[in-house]
């Protein structure tokens, strides 16, 4: 192919290069980003998860100091505590169904709340009358 115009072939191919040159840097770019993404991600439910885990040993240490038969009492009925301290059955006045806590890390404290699901009857979830205690992060606070 002869071409009769050199300046046209030479721009011609300098697009021809700066298309393909731009291809490339947009691919670095994505896989960059990508990478970066996924790491944010990760970063993020590890540090969901250490909330959860930090507001899982406050319940756990609650539900530590009950007497057994006040333990007994509020896991038959999918509570959290009975704001009456008597062992007997507990009014629904008095039932406490959800337990909030506030987790101090990196000079920011961080509320979660753990809470019987309520979905069901009294949140029983089976036949095997287990509970389902769920965990929730305070939405308008970046994790971390």
């Given at each position: 192919m002869i071409f009769k115009n050199k300046k046209g072939?030479?721009?011609?191919?300098?697009?021809?290069?700066?298309?393909?040159?731009?291809?490339?840097?947009?691919?670095?770019l994505r896989a960059s980003l990508s990478r970066t993404t996924a790491a944010r991600k990760t970063r993020r439910t590890v540090s969901a998860q250490m909330l959860v885990n930090s507001c899982m040993a406050q319940?756990?240490?609650m539900w530590?100091?009950?007497?057994?038969?006040?333990?007994?009492?509020?896991m038959s009925q999918?509570?959290?505590?009975c704001k009456d301290a008597?062992?007997?059955?507990?009014?629904?006045?008095?039932?406490?169904?959800?337990?909030?806590?506030?987790?101090?890390?990196?000079?920011?404290?961080?509320?979660v709340t753990a809470a019987f699901d309520s979905s069901g009857t009294d949140a029983v979830i089976n036949s095997d009358n287990k509970c389902k205690l769920t965990y929730?992060?305070?939405?308008?606070?970046?994790?971390m």
């Amino acid at each position: 192919m002869i071409f009769k115009n050199k300046k046209g072939a030479a721009l011609l191919q300098v697009l021809l290069v700066t298309v393909i040159l731009a291809g490339m840097a947009t691919m670095l770019l994505r896989a960059s980003l990508s990478r970066t993404t996924a790491a944010r991600k990760t970063r993020r439910t590890v540090s969901a998860q250490m909330l959860v885990n930090s507001c899982m040993a406050q319940v756990n240490n609650m539900w530590a100091a009950k007497s057994p038969e006040m333990f007994a009492r509020d896991m038959s009925q999918c509570i959290m505590y009975c704001k009456d301290a008597s062992t007997g059955t507990c009014p629904s006045a008095q039932v406490e169904k959800t337990y909030k806590c506030n987790i101090s890390l990196n000079g920011q404290t961080y509320a979660v709340t753990a809470a019987f699901d309520s979905s069901g009857t009294d949140a029983v979830i089976n036949s095997d009358n287990k509970c389902k205690l769920t965990y929730t992060i305070e939405s308008n606070v970046d994790v971390m």
